[in-house]
């Protein structure tokens, strides 16, 4: 059976008013919806480019569930779902760790690897890089600078458990300086963790400023 490479990206579909709020109460909805949308869409030129195929399919993992059967479909997203760049799945219900761990069970075999939609900084060497680490390791992270990460990939060569619920991503604190420490307590002694670039998500005023102070 083949074993392709899958990045998933987890994202809110773009809607004013309904993502990034912690954002949009310091810069404004639109400023934030703008930035979503914006961000979003250098990603998936970057990911899932026109010009060659990437070494890895790409999938957009979104919210609300009927975003994924097409109900409201952003056009940003529209446009490479009708090229055939990108794919689409429903996260689902419950917290961070059961919907990824949900979608690590429900992917077609081989590695997988999950990002955020909201890091501009991004690059496909860091995606190559992770893909690479799981090669000879079992689980890959970026971390981030609040103690969480931006990226969490799986080799998957073993099954990862029917039950998102349990597992990998049983009890993390999400949100807090302990999610990158309680996700790696959880990893069996026989399985070993690669990590990568550290990056940050951009959450609030102050690090969409420094974003844009660095972008020039």
Same mark, same amino acid.
């Given at each position: ?74 056009? $940003? ?62 689980? $890959? ?76």
């Amino acid at each position: 059976m083949s074993r392709s490479r899958h990045l998933v990206i987890f994202t809110r579909l773009p809607r004013l008013g309904t993502g990034k709020r912690r954002l949009a109460r310091d810069i404004g909805a639109l400023a934030a919806l703008d930035f979503q949308r914006r961000n979003l869409t250098a990603l998936l030129q970057r990911l899932a480019p026109p010009r060659f195929s990437p070494p890895w399919r790409v999938w957009l993992a979104l919210t609300p569930d009927g975003a994924a059967k097409g109900r409201g479909l952003d056009p $940003v997203i529209g446009r490479f779902l009708n090229k055939g760049r990108v794919k689409i799945l429903a996260q689902g219900g419950g917290d961070l760790g059961v919907r990824m761990g949900r979608i690590f069970t429900r992917l077609p075999p081989g590695p997988a690897v999950i990002i955020g939609s909201d890091i501009p900084a991004i690059t496909t060497d860091m995606i190559s890089t992770a893909f690479a680490q799981l090669g000879d390791r079992d689980f $890959v992270f970026g971390p981030a600078g609040d103690g969480g990460y931006w990226l969490v990939g799986a080799a998957r060569r073993r099954p990862m458990g029917r039950n998102p619920r349990g597992g990998l991503f049983s009890g993390v604190r999400w949100s807090t300086a302990d999610a990158l420490a309680d996700t790696l307590a959880n990893l069996e002694k026989s399985e070993s963790a690669g990590f990568i670039d550290r990056l940050d998500d951009i959450d609030d005023g102050a690090a969409y400023r420094r974003w844009r102070l660095e972008a020039g």
